[in-house]
T-cell receptor, first 113, second 114 residues
Framework: EAQVTQNPRYLITVTGKKLTVTCSQN?????MSWYRQDPGLGLRQIYY???????DKGDVPEGYKVSRKEKRNFPLILESPSPNQTSLYFC????????????FGSGTRLTVV | KQEVTQIPAALSVPEGENLVLNCSFT??????LQWFRQDPGKGLTSLLL???SQREQTSGRLNASLDKSSGRSTLYIAASQPGDSATYLC?????????????WGAGTKLIIKP
């Protein structure tokens, strides 16, 4: 089944403890991105990647890192999480051209205390 | 810069009714438009993708249309069911002038009453 897989689905952590949210797609998609969703603010892009080793900032990149060493994986790294990063996170992928739609993962609900 | 608007913000209808959700966009130079569904606190499920060369797409009881000249897309849901209750979002995907991100509408929260 073609899908984007995110792990974990739920995570509660403490301020300052480094964490990684994994994202993997099995569709050979070139484009991958991370979004966060907050009440009243909608979905905002954190980082995106056009292909392996090519990443760029979205609208809200502060406090996050990403890497794209393989085509299928695009992990989101929070080096020192803070409570304002408590949110619902989504990974998405797309084949590459502007004619292609997006496939989203099931989301990761992160709580930083 | 593209702006996407969805009206109404919320809609409550009895089961069995046919309904239309609206999505408007300001920049008619749109390649495609994608409709998603989101259940509370859960993931985004792609419903339909209308590409620029198409006028509409159908999947089961869902039909989405795209009129670039008027800056509108509609999602038609036939014979609504309680399981259709969710938030419906439309988005303009892959815009180079916006970091190749989806430009989202705020969504329409749909409640189907049994």
């Amino acid at each position: 089944e073609a899908q984007v897989t995110q792990n974990p689905r739920y995570l509660i952590t403490v301020t300052g403890k480094k964490l990684t949210v994994t994202c993997s797609q099995n569709m050979n998609h070139e484009y991958m991105s991370w979004y966060r969703q907050d009440p009243g603010l909608g979905l905002r892009q954190i980082y995106y990647s056009m292909n392996v080793e090519v990443t760029d900032k979205g609208d809200v990149p502060e406090g996050y890192k990403v890497s794209r060493k393989e085509k299928r994986n695009f992990p989101l790294i929070l080096e020192s999480p803070s409570p304002n990063q408590t949110s619902l996170y989504f990974c998405a992928s797309s084949l590459g051209g502007t004619g292609d739609g997006y496939t989203f993962g099931s989301g990761t609900r992160l709580t930083v205390v | 810069k593209q702006e996407v608007t969805q009206i109404p913000a919320a809609l409550s209808v009895p089961e069995g009714e046919n309904l239309v959700l609206n999505c408007s966009f300001t920049d008619s130079a749109i390649y495609n438009l994608q409709w998603f569904r989101q259940d509370p606190g859960k993931g985004l499920t792609s419903l339909l993708l209308i590409q620029s060369s198409q006028r509409e797409q159908t999947s089961g009881r869902l039909n989405a249309s795209l009129d670039k000249s008027s800056g509108r897309s509609t999602l038609y849901i036939a014979a609504s069911q309680p399981g259709d209750s969710a938030t419906y979002l439309c988005a303009d995907p892959r815009r180079a002038d916006s970091n190749y991100q989806l430009i989202w509408g705020a969504g329409t929260k749909l409640i189907i009453k049994p």
